[in-house]
Structure formats: structure tokens, C-alpha cells
């Protein structure tokens, strides 16, 4: 009894931060896991929907891209994201703006040589006619 007691408290505990987000937020994090797709797809036409033509992207190495520029490293440059797990993610969502941040890890190849990649990011969504798109991303290393 006191297992299937156990078992119920942790299903609720569970199930509550699905009950607590809005509907927009949601939204927001749908939006998160069709970039996260993008990324591991390279599918360019996915990368530019999920965009804002405004996009700022911020590397951990300190490298700023505009939109073309990043979608461009996604499509040629030599890391290819295998799997992305992104861990501790929040979202707070004010008006037609929200904040993502989370733990980025992935499984890359660079050059064909498997790799690691774990860095937190910020990422900045803003609602365009209707639709989540990313506005601003920047990325830090965590020691």
C-alpha cells in the first residue's frame, strides 16, 4: 500500500509542470523542440521558418551570426548534431516575448570524429503573426 502511495505522489509531482504551463508557453516550447529538429536535420527550409529575418545568434566561442550566416554554418560548416538533449528548461513568456534557458548537450561529429558539446543557453522567442520565432540565442560555457 504504502509503494502504490508513493508511486500516486510521484505520478502528481510529475504531472504538475505539465498542468502549470500555459497555453503559451507551450507554444514557446513546441517551437523549441521544431529548432532542436532543424538543428539535427539540417533541413534548411525547417531553420528559416523558425527564424526571425532579425535573428541574432551567439556562440559560446563569441561568435555572432545574423540569420543566413547560421543557417549556412548549419547546412555546411563540419559539426553535425547527432542527438540534443536539452535538460532544465524554463520559460517565462511576457507579452508576444519569451525567455528560454536550458542545458544544450549534444552528441556531435566534427569532421566524422564523434564529440560532446554541453553549454547552457538563453534563448529570446518572439511571437510573429501568430507564430514562435527565434529572435536571439546566446550560448555560454558552464565550467
Known sequence: M???????????????????????EKQVAEAVEIFKN???????NLLESITAEELSYGHSSGKVEDKAA????VLHDPIKFNIIDLQDQTIRVA???????HAFNAK??????????????????????GKWKLLARQAFRVP
Open 108 to 129: 556531435i561529429t566534427n569532421n566524422g570524429t564523434p564529440g560532446e558539446i554541453k553549454i547552457r543557453n538563453l534563448l529570446v522567442w518572439q511571437k510573429q503573426k
Open 70 to 73: 547560421f543557417v549556412n554554418g
Open 38 to 44: 532543424a538543428l539535427t536535420t539540417a533541413d534548411k
Open 2 to 24: 504504502k509503494k502504490i502511495y508513493v508511486l500516486c505522489l510521484l505520478w502528481v509531482g510529475l504531472s504538475w509542470g505539465s498542468w502549470a504551463q500555459t497555453a503559451e
Open 95 to 101: 507579452g508576444n516575448t519569451a525567455l528560454v534557458r
